[in-house]
């Protein structure tokens, strides 16, 4: 948590841009996996978290900003709750800390509303994600409940998306440490694999890097020697020398900050030819985004470029045929390419994606694409300072894909599917990095990762 003078501010902020109405931001509830008192990992929802700090189920943020009065709502503990879980502080007091006065009991919030509709006064609250929240809602306010995500207010999502997207000094301090504690998850896994090794073992190894810091995962782990499939949860298989490993993961620290990385690495610790002359066009096309992120360009110029060089490589190697800049207009590359360059990233690891990928990923100047390929890209508006974002380039043999394809001759006048046939049992691979948007460009976040192969080489000697 941070101290309480950002929590004030951020409300401050936020009541000046939506200007007038009854503001709610929704906790989330424990959410039970195989009854009641049983459930899932407590993750609090990441704009209430933003906005009023408290990382505990069950609480309802309301702001007025008429009167610029705030509330938390929610149940403050009783002896019982106490004798189950040990002294605690109360709601009150935690409230306090961000600067909150007037914590209340979560049926007042009632009275509350009825009060703002006599007044006539509008009721802001966002799209909601989580079903006993929409139920709530729709309780509370008397809204059937498959119109409130109809009725949601824009004005309110357009404001968080707008201030929670351009990050401040002390989230891009916690992002780097996030990306850290990642970094330290890849690098353990590169030093531990080793021929005859599970996935799964490998998870273990790995994700006990982020439990060391009081950490867990920012999304499911990818773990996989099939990096074709995108997003393989399976960790059955067994890792053979001349595998690569593909390993996508991230922690999510105690306070919610993302971290976001993908490496691939052999096995063995030695690269083959064919898997290093692939290696080198993905690290050729992560180094393009790089080169060519920085404030003012939209990320979709970013991931067309990015396309060009993969197009390039796949012509220089027979793969692909004709002109780079027709390849890529036509979406032929996204054989091998098939997902978009990358998302921002702060208190979700998909940043805000809750609001709806095309809300935070593009705008009226620039529209979400429907080809193959390019509609995958989710974040394709224009960079600004301030952003994070993932760089996340990937090149991939996906044989049902290659199958379909050809079968239906698809760009057959740039695709050589000779030559493609060579690689169908090659994999896929794919690499990934947290970055900043800079006045000048961008900025990798986190200490220094391994990218070349003798870099990876030498680690996992
Ligand atoms: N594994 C999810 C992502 O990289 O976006
Ligand atoms: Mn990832
Ligand atoms: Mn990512």
Redesign the pocket.
Known sequence: MFGKNIYISRREKMKKMVKNGLIIIMGNMESPMSYKDNAYNFIQDSTFLYYFGIDSPDLIGVIDADTGEEYIFGKEFTLDDIVWMGQQKTFKERSEEVGIERFKEKDELLELIEKTKKLNKKIHYTNQYRVENTIFLSELLGVDYKKIDLEFSELLVKTIIKMRSIKSDEEIKELEKATDVTREMHIEAMKNIEPGMKEYELVAILESVAKRYNATTS?HT?CTKNGQIL?NHCYENEFKSGDMVLL?CGARLKNGYCG?M?TVFPVSGKFTDEQKEIYRLLVAMFEKAEECTKPGVTNRDVHLEVCKVLANGMVKKGILKGSVEKIVEAGAHALFFPHGL??MIGLD??DMENFGENRVGYDEETRRSTQFGLKSLRMGKKLEVGQVL?I?PGIYFIPELIEKWKNLELHKEFINYEEVEKYKHFGGMRY?GDFLITENGSRRLGNKMPKYVDEIESIMK
């Open positions: 999304f990818i997003h996508d976001d993908t990358g998302h690891v998909h993932t996340e990934e």
